[in-house]
């Protein structure tokens, strides 16, 4: 009887050890350097932009980006959705903004009256922001919901609306 037992929970543990695992180490958010490029495939897709505003060694984009946005962008079913980048504030780094000018990404930020990291923007192809802005985060589960309806409802600013009426070809 114990050998049956200890057999079926070597069996077990071995059958648990073949099921691939989740991970979302290779997965990462374009870090973006050419807004106005972003802003011009924003437009052909009539996607929004999820441009989050973080820093290098910040603990809350970290958690930001391995518990809500890597799994995201795993999962598939954002890709029509809205286009993610990110643009770190802290390294000094230059991006071309989306009248095509190059300048600091912090200078950027400050911009559009970003102070906080992580920040997410949800702006349209010409950088205007198209839903309210999320700052911080403190419930993932929480989090995640509210995200998806942000999400959605800046989609719907950019995507033609339905009209239901049916339009016949001659």
Do not use: W
């Amino acid at each position: 009887m114990v050998r049956n037992l200890t057999i079926g929970c070597l069996v077990g543990f071995f059958l648990l050890l073949s099921f691939p695992t989740f991970s979302t180490e290779g997965i990462r958010i374009p870090v973006t350097t050419d807004l106005q490029k972003d802003g011009r495939l924003s437009s052909q897709r009539q996607l929004p932009i999820l441009l989050m505003i973080s820093q290098d060694h910040c603990p809350f984009c970290d958690l930001m980006k391995q518990e809500v946005l890597h799994p995201m962008m795993l999962s598939g079913e954002y890709e029509e959705k809205v286009i993610m980048r990110e643009i770190l504030i802290d390294l000094g780094q230059d991006i071309t903004n989306f009248e095509g000018q190059r300048e600091d990404a912090s200078h950027f930020a400050h911009g559009y009256d970003v102070h906080l990291s992580p920040t997410l923007l949800f702006l349209n192809g010409e950088g205007s922001e198209v839903r309210k802005r999320m700052i911080g985060i403190n419930t993932v589960e929480m989090f995640s919901f509210y995200l998806d309806a942000a999400i959605d409802e800046a989609l719907a600013e950019l995507k033609p609306r339905e009209t239901g009426k049916s339009v016949v070809q001659p």
